[in-house]
């Protein structure tokens, strides 16, 4: 078994994290992008696999020679029995002093991780082996032993910190394989099938209970990669396989906390629990049914007079008329219609305001300077005139907020009657009939979020404290990883986004800057232009699989941090039902620190860059993918070959980076106007409606709401050049009733008091972490008991040489004590 010396697998995958889109038809991008919503976890591709995801094309070995035999049997031919046995002696092969038969071993493992290639016909073959001898490796205790393995990686690579000009792929060897083996784990054990026996699955709840609660009295897996995150951007190990380890730490949060269908399954359910009305609509299925805007198959515009016909030759025409209204009723967004292609030509004072959001990010960051934008592909064949049926109506239920009624009924009461009644919205007497028909329908609509009743459960603790009782927080994996997080969240923030500037397409290497390349750049650079250009690919896909991790794993943390309060705190008091109690601390926590390590300007950056040639890219060769290098012999490669790429017409990796990084945009700016105005201030607005080109429905939903939140501080001009991007807007985003967003005349417009806004949500943050990690074991504030029947007939233990000493007490400290009543009763 000595002999299965593997060193590394070339596999390229593009990481799946939380929304899956799956093909419907051979449609170009630029028309409508060909996927739908399958599940919440992952973007599937049917040319991808997950198990190709952390191997670099720079490490690819020919994989001919690792055909292994095992007692002179193959080992698919070997019993189960077998099969066990030969890993518990690969196990206790680890167990050595000499790091070269350490990792000799390990690699070993790593090859049945893999499939045992050698022995397979197909990819399919690969895949199933792969995934049965995951599962046997966990059962025989393999996870834990290289867990062990990786602590005493990283304590030796942080004593003898790696001091060298340049860092390659060598200096990280026995890093690589532990993580692969455990990636390769993580990933195969977390994918449920319904094939799946009984041991499979109660083995995969066992694994999700390890990586979530501390085990042994270690932290979390979690918490370790977070740390490895902070270490090797602060220099102490600049070696580390940051690709692998940012893997590693998306799927394993991805598998203790869980995916986004997860989260909507709770949220549903606790809303049910707190006695709310359930959900209008599921979001993934809404998206699921939305249509991108795309080119028109016809040049008619109704706004064009030149190419209407007069309407003398219209009058008395039934015809006419029809093929009129026909095309009238084409141009509505669900019927193909571009509303961003025939847009009005940007005037000086909005490429003026690009030209200043560009040089201000420029300040703001130090990024690289913009790069010229690509031309875009030219335009597909027009799509058939045949009209299409969809379903007529607004994609969404229009929402109410308890303050939009309350600041309605506020404004109504002053212009009919001349005074308030505050926060009371039942009492409608000295009103209108049209009022009184106004408020029931914003009634109707109204929607009551989980944190509004964790709002006035804060309130409700603020005013009695004491009467509340003791808190008592559940240890949930979403809690544990929290607590783990606390004091370290900012440098964990801080790193991510380090890395994530480093990875964009618009940085440039600087000598001060963490090199994120130490994975994928081989020992011996490249000599010829196809070794160069083979390089070029390994390495902008490396750049595009760390953005992909960072995207989803910053995602997945605010969602479940998000919904998390509603499992926070149940307070127990005499006399009160427990009820689930916590605002949005531990969300606005997260957001505040990235808000505060600048992520609103790196998001922006990121997108100010021609996003259609980002997301059509061609990074991959699919011959060096695995499992398909490892069942035929690799071909030769030409520059030719290179250049032409695969015959994907997007990149799904690129697009589902972007559109986590917009969902990661609106979840830091959503109802907080000074996070609004930070993107009316960076000039996101031009930015934001080039995205608009690229035909996804999910893509230009959240470009759509970021843009609707900032309209109002945009000016008349700016909406009046923008009719149709307001227009989509309308008929894409949810409408907020009573919501002035175009026009700017809600009192929340007002630019003062943004910074305050800031400080207050960071007061409550601090009180709150403080209230909740930081309280002594024995606080002074405890209920006390003040009524004099219950203090006095309680039961008391009293010593036993009580009795004895009673009577003496009582004529030393009562009957010999003179008492002056007068004095007593005048200074009472």
Not at 272 to 280: V, W
Not at 716 to 728: F, G, H, P, V
Request: net charge negative.
């Amino acid at each position: 078994m000595g002999g299965w010396g593997l060193d590394w697998c070339p596999a390229a995958y593009h990481p799946v994290p939380s929304l899956v889109l799956e093909p419907q038809c051979s449609t170009p991008l630029f028309n409508s992008a060909p996927f739908q919503i399958a599940s919440s976890n992952n973007f599937i591709c049917p040319h991808c696999d997950p198990l190709r995801l952390p191997f670099p094309y720079s490490a690819a070995i020919q994989f001919s020679t690792q055909k292994m035999h095992v007692q002179g049997k193959e080992w698919l031919e070997l019993e189960e029995d077998a099969q066990k046995a030969y890993v518990m002696g690969l196990l206790d092969r680890l167990e050595v002093v000499s790091r070269e038969r350490r990792l000799k071993v390990a690699r070993a493992v790593l090859y049945l991780a893999q499939g045992t290639f050698g022995e397979c016909d197909s990819e399919v073959d690969v895949l199933h082996w792969s995934r049965y001898n995951c599962f046997l490796l966990y059962q025989m205790g393999t996870f834990s032993t290289f867990l062990e393995l990786l602590h005493m990686e990283i304590d030796q690579a942080c004593s003898s910190a790696l001091r060298k000009p340049a860092i390659s792929i060598a200096d990280s060897t026995e890093l690589r394989v532990l993580l692969s083996v455990m990636y390769l784990m993580v990933e195969n054990i977390r994918l449920e099938r319904e094939t799946d026996s009984c041991g499979w699955r109660t083995a995969r709840e066992t694994f999700r209970t390890e990586l979530s609660f501390s085990m042994h009295n270690e932290e979390p897996f979690a918490l370790l990669l977070f740390s490895m995150v902070t270490k090797f951007c602060s220099g102490l190990a600049p070696h580390f396989p940051i690709k692998k380890v940012l893997l590693l730490l998306w799927k394993v949060v991805m598998f203790t906390l869980g995916g986004f269908e997860h989260l909507q399954a709770l949220k549903v359910q606790k809303r049910a629990e707190l006695g709310l009305p359930p959900l209008a609509e599921d979001s993934i299925q809404v998206v699921k049914s939305m249509r991108a805007a795309s080119p028109p198959s016809y040049t008619l515009d109704l706004g064009e007079s030149q190419l209407a016909p007069p309407p003398s030759k219209l009058r008395g025409r039934r015809g006419s008329r029809r093929q009129l209204l026909t095309k009238q009723d084409s141009l509505d967004i669900y019927n193909e219609r571009d509303l961003f292609k025939t847009e009005e030509p940007a005037t000086e004072e909005e490429e003026e305001s690009a030209g200043d959001g560009e040089r201000t990010l420029d300040g703001e960051l130090d990024l690289l300077e913009q790069d010229p934008l690509v031309p875009p592909p030219p335009s597909q064949a027009p799509l058939s005139a045949e009209r299409v049926t969809f379903p007529k109506g607004l994609p969404w239920a229009p929402k109410v907020r308890q303050k939009d009624i309350e600041h309605f009924l506020e404004m109504s009461r002053n212009k009919f009657i001349g005074f308030t009644l505050g926060q009371d919205t039942d009492t409608l007497v000295g009103l209108p009939r049209p009022i009184h028909e106004s408020v029931k329908t914003l009634k109707q609509h109204k929607y009551i979020s989980i944190a509004d009743v964790q709002i006035k459960n804060e309130e409700e603790l603020e005013k009695c404290p004491m009467s509340l009782g003791e808190e008592v927080v559940p240890e949930t994996p979403c809690e544990i990883l929290y607590q783990g997080m606390l004091y370290s969240l900012p440098q964990y923030m801080i790193a991510l986004l380090k890395i994530l500037l480093a990875a964009a397409p618009t940085s440039k290497a600087k000598t001060d800057s963490i090199n994120i390349l130490a994975d994928v750049l081989p020992e011996e650079m490249p000599i010829t232009v196809l070794q160069s250009m083979k390089l070029g690919i390994d390495v902008n896909r490396h750049k595009e699989i760390i953005v992909k991790s960072i995207s989803a794993l910053l995602l997945l943390l605010l969602k479940h941090f998000k919904l998390n309060h509603i499992y926070q705190t149940l307070y127990s008091a005499p006399n009160k039902h427990p009820f689930c109690f916590d605002l949005l601390i531990q969300f606005e926590y997260v957001s505040q620190h990235l808000v505060f390590a600048n992520c609103i300007p790196l998001i922006l950056k990121f997108f100010n860059q021609n996003i259609l040639s980002y997301i059509t890219a061609k990074n991959s060769i699919s011959v060096l993918d695995y499992p398909c290098c490892t069942i035929q012999d690799l071909p030769e490669l030409t520059t030719e070959s290179l250049e032409a790429g695969d015959n994907n017409q997007f990149c799904w990796r690129n697009l589902f980076s972007c559109i986590n990084l917009l969902r990661l945009l609106n979840k830091l700016t959503k109802w907080k106007h000074s996070r609004t105005m930070m993107l009316v201030v960076f000039k996101s607005a031009p930015i934001l409606k080039r995205a608009l080109k690229v035909k996804q429905a999910m893509l230009q939903l959240y470009v759509l709401k970021l843009l609707k939140i900032q309209t109002k501080y945009l000016g008349r001009q700016w909406r009046k050049s923008n009719m149709k991007t307001m227009s989509a807007i309308y008929q894409k985003v949810r409408h907020r009733m009573n919501d002035d967003w175009a026009y700017g005349n809600d009192i929340d417009a007002r630019p003062w008091d943004f910074q305050a806004e800031e400080c207050t949500l960071r007061a409550n943050i601090e009180a709150f972490n403080s209230r909740r990690y930081d309280r002594p074991q024995d606080s002074e504030f405890s209920p006390v008991d003040n009524c004099l029947q219950s203090v006095l007939g309680q039961r008391l233990d009293l010593p036993e040489d009580f009795h004895y000493s009673y009577e003496l007490w009582l004529e030393r400290e009562v009957f010999s004590q003179p008492i002056c009543w007068e004095e007593l009763l005048q200074n009472h």
